[in-house]
């Protein structure tokens, strides 16, 4: 593994699904409180540094009719409505006015959001990506921005998955073919 050297004004934190209704679920192989502290600690990083932070959620309308409705194998579980604060971002992350917050409805925070167009008005190029799940919501976000040339670098101790066997295969056979995979100490080390 090479260096990593991150250049701050050229890279943004992007968050995935840190909120109320999804962070209550436990996953694996890092427990939510790990991944929480982990991106906070990142967060904090960025901030001092002068990197750019993006904090995406999930949600969509009360009726669920801009949810996708097709025929799967293996619906995800939750398919009944949410909770009214289902979508808002945990307080943890102490949402700044400078912070761009992105409301998807689909996996990727890519698809259907003006994420793209966010990150190329202000030069960033490279994404620091943490959250939850690995296998849903990071890797859709990921496999996105390495088709648009992003360059990015996983927190892997700041993200966890439904279970640790599909953590395991994201961020061992995955990731490093799009991207670095690194621990938080490191990338805020880099920063």
């Known amino acids: ?7 701050a004004k050229r890279t943004v934190v ?40 993006v904090l995406v959620h999930v ?24 909770a009214a604060d289902w979508s808002e971002l945990i307080p943890e992350l102490g949402r700044q006015a400078g912070d761009i917050a992105i409301l998807k409805r689909q996996w990727g925070a890519f ?12 030069g960033l190029t490279t ?6 799940a690995t296998e849903f919501g990071v890797e859709s976000t990921a496999r996105d921005a390495y088709e648009r040339g992003y360059e990015i670098v996983f927190a892997e101790d700041a993200m966890t ?14 990731f490093p073919r799009i991207g670095r995979v690194r621990a938080t100490e490191e990338i805020v080390g880099a920063l």
Request: proline share 3%.
């Open 1 to 7: 593994m090479s260096e990593l050297v991150l250049e």
């Open 111 to 122: 698809y259907g959001t003006d994420l793209d167009l966010q990150l190329r008005r202000r």
């Open 127 to 132: 994404i620091v990506l943490c959250g939850i």
């Open 59 to 82: 949600g969509g309308a009360a009726d669920g009719a801009d949810r996708l409705h097709t025929t799967v194998d293996a619906p995800m579980r939750g398919a009944a409505l949410p």
């Open 14 to 53: 992007v968050v995935i699904d840190l909120q109320k209704g999804i962070v209550g679920v436990e996953g694996e192989p890092h427990s939510t409180a790990t991944v929480i502290a982990n991106t906070v600690r990142l967060l904090k990083a960025a901030r001092s540094k002068g990197a750019h932070v």
């Open 161 to 174: 998955g439904r279970s640790g066997a599909s953590h395991g295969n994201a961020v061992e056979r995955i």
